[in-house]
Nanobody, 115 residues
Framework: QVRPVESGGGLVQAGGSLRLSCAASGSIFSIDTMGWYRQAPGKQRELVAAITSGGNTNYADSVKGRFTISRDNAKNTAYLQMNSLKPEDTAVYYC?????????WGQGTQVTVSS
């Protein structure tokens, strides 16, 4: 079992920045990819960014050039640095971790960008 816990959400004005953290506990030796997803009201949950244990990254087109995903394997923590935030980035952001054949979701953290 892996338990991801998100933090760092909040309210920010358009153009501002936030950094989200996802700390994983439990069977952490088995964690491979860590990713960030988001879900806005009335919309489907979508991938924002993901990073493998080896550091390979993948981003949604809508956040390329603005968001950066990183991880500290020693701390079993993934980060999402979000710059140049837009009102359309408003959503609940979830951390998802993969360990072997299983995946685990965090509870989510709210990000609200005001115009």
């Amino acid at each position: 079992q892996v338990r991801p816990v998100e933090s760092g959400g909040g309210l920010v004005q358009a153009g501002g920045s936030l950094r989200l953290s996802c700390a994983a506990s439990g069977s952490i030796f088995s964690i491979d990819t860590m990713g960030w997803y988001r879900q806005a009201p009335g919309k489907q949950r979508e991938l924002v960014a993901a990073i493998t244990s080896g550091g390979n990254t993948n981003y949604a087109d809508s956040v390329k050039g603005r968001f950066t995903i990183s991880r500290d394997n020693a701390k079993n923590t993934a980060y999402l640095q979000m710059n140049s935030l837009k009102p359309e980035d408003t959503a609940v952001y979830y951390c998802r971790t993969w360990a072997g054949q299983y995946d685990y979701w965090g509870q989510g953290t709210q990000v609200t960008v005001s115009s």
